[in-house]
């Protein structure tokens, strides 16, 4: 199992201690690090950053969000990062939330299968530089023909050559048919609350993108990375609670109702009446009950909490069900040594 570090996104402010945290996951032997963003901080500019104390892990947006960014912009984003990090990016997409898309954004979340095809469509054909950059639209038509243009656009190729045409993308997607879109046109595949008991389930999800004609890759050179919260400790009780208050966030506060996508997924693991339970409460103001209405159960299938032993018995569920990585979120460098030491991601780093 790789083991891949998660910074997120920032808060109020930039947290404390990344740096240390970033260059203790290479040393220790994990294999990547990621950066998000919401509506605050971008992924880009703290891979940027703290990249340069790192030589050999992967830098990772998990995930820069469509909507935030023309393809274009985007591709010039991988391609100027992995040059600066001698070929180390890993590009992670995703479509983010209604919400979030017109309220953020300014934009239309409509068509987001669509929308993600094209755009990796666009960035490819960025990276790989091969003539001056078409697409027929609709969604991000170039050159522009729409209302207000000149009439002037040129089909451009990038100035600067891309460090690597095959610049891993990977795409965060949480549905059957994003997640067979993503088997069918991306190199991995980002998957938030993942859950082993689905294993079965994701599998067929992967199997119809990998059989659809001109699929990029196959099972065995596909990526699949999950994000869960792996954490070695002999007390679990107060990290299981610290988790159902990001669960009870997510599940009833970061989507709009009748549409919330992470909601869906647990009602796909049989918790459809706990998730709409959790949503009325957090709609109402109640916080404090959607947070105790999280069962220990639903933070159990989605995350790994306990002694080193079950932890690593755990991983190997995880492995088994088809997860290539899982991407983890640190607090501080006592706990990814702790975590890594009970994987032995790297044994000669202790």
């Known amino acids: ?83 600066l990090s001698g070929g180390r990016v890993v590009l992670g997409l995703g479509v983010s939330g209604p919400q979030v898309v017109e309220g953020w954004y300014g934009a239309p979340f409509g068509k987001p299968l669509a929308r993600t095809r094209e755009y990796v469509s666009i960035v490819r054909q960025v990276l790989a530089r091969e003539a001056p950059v078409r697409s027929d639209g609709p969604h991000y038509p170039l050159p522009f023909t729409g209302p207000g243009a000149l009439g002037l656009g040129k089909p451009l190729k990038p100035i600067t050559h891309p460090l690597r045409a095959d610049l891993p993308i990977w795409l965060g997607a949480e549905g059957p048919r994003n997640v067979a879109l993503t088997a069918e046109i991306a190199d991995g595949w980002l998957a938030i609350y993942y859950s082993p008991k689905l294993g079965d389930t994701y599998r067929e999800w992967l199997d119809e993108g990998f059989a659809r004609p001109g699929a990029r890759r196959k099972r065995e050179d596909f990526t699949v990375a999950a994000s869960c919260q792996v954490v070695v400790t002999d007390d679990p009780a ?77 991983v190997e569920r995880w492995e088994e069900a088809g997860v290539d990585m899982l991407i983890v979120g640190c607090r501080d460098v006592r706990q990814l040594r702790t975590l890594a030491q009970a994987l032995a991601v790297n044994e000669n780093a202790f």
């Open 238 to 314: 107060p990290v299981v609670a610290r988790l159902k208050q990001s669960l009870a966030l997510y599940l009833g506060g970061m989507g709009a109702p009748g549409m919330n996508f992470h909601a869906d997924v647990f009602g796909r693991m049989g918790y459809a009446s706990v998730v709409a339970e959790i949503g009325a409460l957090f709609q109402a103001g109640r916080r404090a009950d959607a947070v105790a209405a999280v069962p220990d159960e639903l933070v159990a299938d989605t995350a790994i909490v306990g002694s080193a032993d079950h932890v690593r018995t755990e």
């Open 1 to 83: 199992m790789r083991l891949g570090l998660q910074l997120g996104y920032w808060g109020a402010g930039p947290p404390d201690g990344t740096a240390e945290l970033v260059v203790e996951a290479e040393r220790a032997g994990f294999d990547a690090v990621f950066a998000a963003e919401s509506w605050g901080s971008d992924a880009f500019t703290p891979l940027a950053w703290w990249g340069p104390r790192t030589q050999r892990v992967q830098l990772g947006t998990s995930v820069a969000q469509l909507s935030a960014r023309s393809p274009a912009a985007c591709a010039m984003h991988a391609l100027t990062l992995d040059h």
